[in-house]
């Protein structure tokens, strides 16, 4: 059997292989992501809840539901999934990530399935999910299209995929490149390329073409005054987030 096609880029993979070890830590390497996380996960939760009719309310709401976060990292989603009660595979093609992921999530008591692996490949294999988590990935991937076509195969019909990114503009290069790489240094130089960013409409259409219903989009809107991340219905200009449905 041909092996599947991998639009992983072995270049971007380096980056972030060389930060592993700096996953948990708050104010290393991966604080953006740290700050915007509880943003992430007000997101996350609300749209899964919906599409699946659970109460966030109750103990382990998502009890029953299979979701992949693929990008994983160091388990920064993973784990609060987890906890509210999702059977979680966390698949990262950065090896060196998961080995940081898996003592983190022991320590924390948590049983979550980390693999170094690719969507292509575990489409291939037929792995089916009722969430995929696609966050902060599909910039970093040689072939967009093709990325989220296996990310689609990956969800059971009725599934849910969110998906974020960051759009491309004059903005976001200001702020994610030059803000958060040069100025603030909270990423090393060269973390993001501004030419593989990609705009809302962009991502929509991608979506579209790869066989998923886009259902809504927002923005992930950064307050230099409160240092604090918040959620816009309208201002998508640097961060993003996307909701889709496997029909």
Not at 225 to 232: A, C, D, K, M, P
Request: glycine share 8%; with cysteine.
């Amino acid at each position: 059997m041909q092996a599947p096609q991998s639009t992983v880029d072995p270049s971007e993979i380096a980056k972030f292989e060389a930060m592993a070890a700096e996953w948990w830590d708050p104010n290393g390497k991966f604080k953006p992501l740290h700050m915007l996380n509880p943003c992430r996960l007000d997101y996350i939760t609300q749209q899964i809840a919906g599409e699946f009719d659970r109460d966030l309310t109750k103990p382990k709401p998502f009890s029953g539901l299979r979701l992949l976060d693929i990008g994983c990292g160091g388990g920064l989603l993973s784990e609060p999934m987890t906890r509210l009660g999702a059977t979680v595979v966390g698949a990262d093609a950065a090896g060196g990530n998961l080995p940081v992921a898996r003592i983190h999530a022991e320590q924390s008591g948590l049983d979550i399935d980390y693999r170094h692996t690719t969507a292509e490949a575990m489409a291939e294999a037929g792995e089916q999910f009722d969430v995929v988590l696609n966050m902060e990935v599909v910039e970093h991937v040689a072939d967009p299209l093709a990325y989220l076509t296996a990310t689609r195969q990956l969800l059971r019909p009725g599934g849910l995929q969110i998906c974020s990114t960051i759009n491309r503009n004059a903005k976001s290069f200001a702020m994610a490149i030059i803000g958060a790489e040069v100025i603030m240094r909270w990423l090393p130089r060269g973390t993001h390329e501004w030419s593989k960013f990609i705009t809302p409409d962009e991502l929509f259409d991608l979506l579209s073409q790869a066989g998923l219903s886009p259902v809504d989009r927002k923005g992930f809107l950064f307050n230099p005054i409160t240092w604090g991340w918040s959620i816009s219905d309208r201002d998508l200009s640097v961060n993003y987030v996307t909701a889709s449905i496997k029909h």
